[in-house]
C-alpha cells in the first residue's frame, strides 16, 4: 500500500522540490503538496532536520535531503531503476546536479560585484564543465535519456536545472549558456517537457 505522504517545499515550480512533485503526478501517487511562503519560512526553518526543505513525511516519518527524497519517491513512481549499475548512472547525474545548483546558490547571497563575479566565474569555469559531463552521459545513455532508455528522475532533475539556467532568471548568466556548451541537453529539456503528463502538469498550473 502507497504510504501517505506529505512534501513540504517552497511554493513555486522548480529546484529541489519539484522533481519529487513531478515524479509523484507522472505515477499518480496521491500526496499532500505542502508549500511554504517565504516569509513563513523563519518559524518553520528548525522544524526540519537540517533547517532546509524539501521534507518528505512518509506516514508520519520526515526524511530529508531532495536526493534522497527523489530516489523513494522515485522507486514508488517506476522512474528509478532497480539494477544497481542504472540506478548508479542515475545517482551521478543527480549528484551532479545538486553539486552545480549548490555552487551557484551560494552566490543568492552576495552583494552586487561579488555575486557579478561569482556568476562571471561560475559561467567560464564549472557551469559549462558539468554542463558538458552531463550531456556526454546523456550521450552515453543512447542519446534520449540517461539510463535504461526511459525516464527516470535524472532526467527530471537534470531538466529542472537546464530550465532554470534556460530562463535567464540568474543575472550574469548568459541565458544561452546550454545551448552553447550542451545543445542535447536543450534536446532533452523539450523531450521531457513535452511528455503528456508534464506538459498537462504545468498547463494546469498556469491556469
Ligand atoms: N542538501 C539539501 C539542500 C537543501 C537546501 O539548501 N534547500 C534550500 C531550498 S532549495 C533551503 O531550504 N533554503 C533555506 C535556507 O537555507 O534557509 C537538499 O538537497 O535537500
Redesign the pocket.
Given at each position: 500500500m502507497t504510504p501517505w505522504l506529505v512534501l513540504t517545499y517552497?511554493d513555486f515550480d522548480g529546484?529541489?522540490g519539484e522533481v519529487a512533485r513531478l515524479a509523484m503526478h507522472i505515477a499518480g501517487i496521491p500526496f499532500e503538496d505542502r508549500r511554504i511562503a517565504r516569509k513563513d519560512?523563519a518559524a518553520l526553518?528548525d522544524s526540519t532536520p537540517?533547517?532546509?526543505?524539501?521534507t518528505l513525511e512518509v506516514d508520519g516519518q520526515v526524511i530529508?535531503?531532495?536526493?534522497t527524497i527523489n530516489r523513494y519517491v522515485g522507486k514508488l513512481a517506476g522512474l528509478y531503476p532497480a539494477d544497481d549499475w542504472q540506478a548508479a548512472r542515475v545517482d551521478e547525474i543527480m549528484d551532479a546536479v545538486?553539486d552545480i545548483t549548490t555552487r551557484i546558490?551560494g552566490t543568492f547571497t552576495l552583494d552586487d560585484e561579488a555575486k557579478k563575479s561569482a556568476r562571471e566565474a561560475l559561467s567560464a569555469g564549472s557551469i559549462p564543465r558539468f554542463l558538458r559531463q552531463i550531456e556526454a552521459r546523456l550521450q552515453a545513455g543512447g542519446g534520449e535519456w540517461f539510463a535504461e532508455n526511459r525516464l527516470t528522475v535524472a532526467d527530471l532533475k537534470c531538466y529542472l536545472w537546464i530550465r532554470w539556467l534556460k530562463s535567464g532568471a540568474l543575472d550574469h548568466v548568459p541565458a544561452d549558456v546550454v545551448d552553447q556548451h550542451a545543445p542535447l541537453l536543450v534536446k532533452h529539456l523539450e523531450r521531457v517537457a513535452s511528455r503528456p503528463q508534464i506538459a498537462a502538469y504545468y498547463a494546469a498550473r498556469r491556469k
Open positions: 517552497f529546484s529541489r519560512w526553518r537540517f533547517q532546509a526543505v524539501p530529508a535531503q531532495s536526493n545538486e546558490a
